[in-house]
Structure formats: C-alpha cells, structure tokens
C-alpha cells in the first residue's frame, strides 16, 4: 500500500510535502488509475502488469480512515426486457452473477466473456452466434442451415424438389402447382395380359398339384372385373393337354369355387367359353364334348346349379351361337340326366398312377400285340405316353422280353429289338428303366423255362441281337443267366450237387 506508507511519512514529520501536496498526489492516482481501467475495457488486453483483466483501484485516506466510494446503479441492457437495472461493485462487475454492466462495446455489438476477456475481432466474426442483441437467443441462424455459399440444414438435399423457391428465375408456377393431389391409380389390366399373367401359374399348378398355392397367385393379380375370366382360361388352357390335366383342373375349379371365384363367376365363364367355341374348334376338333365334361363335372361338384345347362339351352335359341355350343349342351345334359353322379368323378378317366397295376399291365400288353400286327413304332410311343405312367417303364420291357421268349420266332425278335432301341434313342424308357426290365426277366427265367424249355437259348439270342444295336449296358450283358448241364445219378455224386468248395482232409 504505497498511499497509506506515503500518508505515514507525511504525518510523521518529513517536512516535505503539505497536506495540499498530498491531496494533489491522491487526485492524481486516481486519475491515473481510472485511465489504466478504461484501456483495459478498451483494449481487452492487461494493464499495468495484472492478467485478469480487473484492477483494484486504491481506496483514498483520509484522517486514518480508508474512504469507500459509494455504490452506483448503473443500466444494464437486457436481451429479454429491453434492460433493467442492476447494481455493480465499484470495480465495474455485477454484484449478481448474472451479467457485466453496459459498456461502449456492448452497445458496438461486441459481448465480453464471463470472465472481463473480450473476444478478439477475428475470433468473434467467425462466430456463429447472433448479432442481434435486442431480440434472439444467440443460437445458429436458420435453425443450423446458414446463409449464403453453405451446404444448407442436414438433409435438406432430400427436400430441394419438394421445397421450391418461388423467386428461383428457373421457378414455373404452371408446372408447379400446390393445388395439385396426388393419388394412388392403380391401371386396369386387360383380359389379354391377364391370360398372360395367368397361364404361366396354370402350367406350374400341372407340375406340384398344389390348389392353395394356385389361389394365392391369383389374389396378386387379379381384379375384380377380371375374375369371370378365371373359369374360360383354366378350361382353354386344359384343352390342350392331356386328360390327366383336365382332370386337375377341374379340381382346381371346385376348390377355387368360394375362395376366389363365385358361382356366378363360374357360369359367366361357361358362357364365354360356348360363345368362342368356333375359335376354339379350330385348334381342338373335340372342343365341344370337352366343354360338356367341364360343364357336367361343375354340377357334379356343386359349383353351378343343375339349371344352368337347361337355362343356358333357352338361351341358346335367342342368341343363335352355333351348333357347336348346341353339341356341348347336350353332351353335359347327357351326363348330369343320368340316376347317379358318381360316375363324374371319373369324367375323364383314371389317367396316371391313379389306375391300378393291372390295368397299366393290360394295357401295356395290348399295346405290344398291336405293334407285334401293325410294327408301328410311332404309335407304340403315343400309346406309351398316354399312360402317363414314367416310373413303370420297366413293366413294358418286361412283358416285351417275356412275349418274345414265349412266341419262340426270329421275327419277333427283330420287330421287339428294333421298338426297345426306338425307345431307348428317344429317351422315352431311360436307361434305368431298360436295365431294371432285363434283371427281372433274369430272375424270373426259373419259372419262364418251366413254360418254355427253350427259354435260355433264346434269352441268349436276344441279348446278343440287343448288344449289336448297342442300347444295353455291361451290367446287363454279364448278369445273363446260363443253365447248367445235368447231372446224372450214374455220375456217382447219388443226384447230389456238390459244393462250391470241398473240405481240406488233414
């Protein structure tokens, strides 16, 4: 405390300086004193040594006592209230806590920090707080979107063509319309692209046979105005298969009958199919009897009502379709007239594995004797893929070796190789097929020979006759059986065979 050791001087009797002296001396550190404060607030840097910014002015003296300035109310501008005012210590700093007084460079837009240290100009420009001091929170601008030459508010690049600027010079208030609504249209297909969209589900329905997968693929695609299309395209499509697929679908209309299709629905099919039987005639001479089928086998399963034919018959004579649609009325009204309705169940027959093994046999039979009389092997192989039997092949090379065993001529012979070897170069018996029909002969041949004793040598024969127009494997050619020779009860062996190996005598 320099003021207080120069007081103690003064009033022990140095003689130097007069009260009057000193009180100039006191003025003048306190002028000095309020000049190093103000550089301080001006320049934001230390004065006078000390780094914080506040220096303590000294308290005047004055009779041995230390004078205290009196508090001062200074106005402090408040950001919410426009200001309010709030009392500061002599040193310049808020007695509350809550903020600095107003300042010269408040009032510049410059804001010190808590702690005295103003923001160098630099620092503070590159700032993103607001300016505003009057109004605001001093947060980002735009919510973080910028201003001008910046990427913008994140994923704003989302929004730019549903957000247009109106005072873009590229902006088209014609092209962009805010009364516009948008909805979702869903286009109508045509029955064309729904054949189209349908046939490729019928096909894969003839290969699994699954009814609920078919129904499911239905509802994707279909339509309500489209669902009486159902009917006549399950029934064209079938028109060109076999029966087996006609069988199928007309199971697929009874179980489709209540899920996805009406009864109304099935009957509006129908009648499509009687107006378009002339088209259909051309690539399906038989189109009408099928067309009957389908009809009376509806009823059977109670997919359309038995009046349906009779009303369809009255029709008939105002609308003029045709003597066609005439044929196909009466053949289902032949069919249903009948005491008992069980019969349609096999409307189309028994096609397939569905038969039993007898009747696939009989048939097989009947087809060799009939190629045997006319050596057609071109209609030995449409009556083989009627059958719709592939995994009893075997069965039909069987019954061919046996029957050439059994008619004990050369002719024979040759006419039954040459359809093995037609059958084998179309693939239509594969070569598993051929191999398990020659091994059941071979195990069979110690019954054949008690019917013909000569079995074994034309067995041989045959085989040899097979080999040269090379259809049999080596599997085939190694395991065919031999008889052996015969013994006699003079040979000294008393009629016993004797043993693969004899015992060792010690």
């Not at 950001?79 to 040193?91: C, I, L, M, V």
């Not at 894969?204 to 105005?225: C, K, N, R, W």
């Not at 069965?395 to 065993?405: C, D, F, H, N, S």
């Not at 001529?409 to 040759?414: I, L, P, R």
């Amino acid at each position: 405390m320099e003021v207080e050791l120069n007081n103690k001087r003064a009033t022990n009797g140095g003689g130097r300086h007069s009260s009057a002296e000193s009180d100039s001396k006191e003025s003048s550190v306190e002028r000095e004193l309020n000049g190093e404060i103000q550089a301080v607030e001006l320049n934001g840097g230390d004065a006078g040594g000390h780094s914080n910014g506040h220096i303590k002015k000294p308290l005047p003296v004055e009779d041995g006592r230390i004078k205290r300035k009196a508090k001062r109310l200074i106005q402090r501008q408040n950001s919410g209230s426009g200001g309010s005012p709030n009392q500061t210590n002599g040193n310049g700093a808020s007695s509350g806590g809550a903020g600095a007084g107003t300042s010269p460079l408040v009032a510049n837009g410059i804001l010190p920090s808590p702690g005295g240290y103003v923001v160098p100009h630099r620092r503070w420009k590159n700032s993103r707080r607001s300016r505003n001091l009057n109004r605001g929170r001093g947060l980002p601008k735009k919510g973080g979107a910028g201003g001008k030459g910046v990427w913008g508010l994140p994923g704003s690049e989302a929004l730019a063509e549903v957000y247009e600027d109106e005072n873009d010079p590229n902006y088209d208030s014609e092209c962009n319309d805010r009364n516009v609504e948008l909805r979702e249209v869903i286009t109508e297909i045509t029955p064309e692209e729904f054949f189209k969209l349908a046939e490729p589900i019928v096909l894969e329905y003839y290969e699994h046979g699954d009814t609920h997968e078919v129904a499911l693929s239905f509802d994707e695609i279909l339509q309500g105005p489209l669902r009486e299309h159902i009917t006549s395209i399950l029934v064209e499509i079938a028109m060109d298969h076999k029966d087996s697929q006609r069988e199928m679908t007309s199971v697929l209309i009874s179980d489709l009958y209540g899920r996805v299709i009406t009864g109304k629905d099935i009957e509006k099919g129908f009648n499509m199919l009687l107006a378009n039987l002339p088209d259909l005639i051309l690539d399906t001479p038989e189109a009408p009897i099928m067309l009957g089928n389908f009809m009376a086998r509806a009823v059977a399963d109670d997919c359309i009502p038995p009046k349906f034919v009779a009303k369809a018959e009255e029709e008939l004579k105002h609308l003029e379709l045709g003597e066609h649609a005439e044929q196909a009325l009466r053949r289902a009204d032949s069919l249903i007239h009948k005491q008992v309705w069980a019969h349609l169940d096999n409307v189309w027959g028994m096609g397939g594995p569905l038969r039993p093994v007898k009747t696939i046999t009989k048939q097989m039979e009947l087809l060799l004797k009939e190629y045997i009389s006319s050596r057609d092997v071109a209609e030995a192989q449409r009556c083989l893929r009627a059958l719709e039997v592939p995994h009893y092949h075997h069965e039909l090379v069987y019954e061919a070796i046996v029957m050439t065993l059994e008619s004990l001529s050369q002719t024979t012979e040759e006419s039954m190789c040459e359809l093995l070897k037609q059958l084998d170069l179309t693939c239509l018996v594969l070569p598993a097929g051929m191999e398990q029909g020659f091994m059941r002969v071979f195990d069979d041949m110690a019954d054949i020979v008690l019917d013909v004793p000569l079995a074994y040598i034309i067995l041989d024969r045959f085989v040899e006759r097979c080999n040269r127009a090379g259809f049999l494997t080596d599997k085939i050619i190694n395991n065919v059986p031999s008889r052996g020779r015969k013994r006699f009860v003079s040979e000294g062996d008393g009629g016993h065979v004797k043993p693969a190996t004899l015992p060792i005598r010690d």
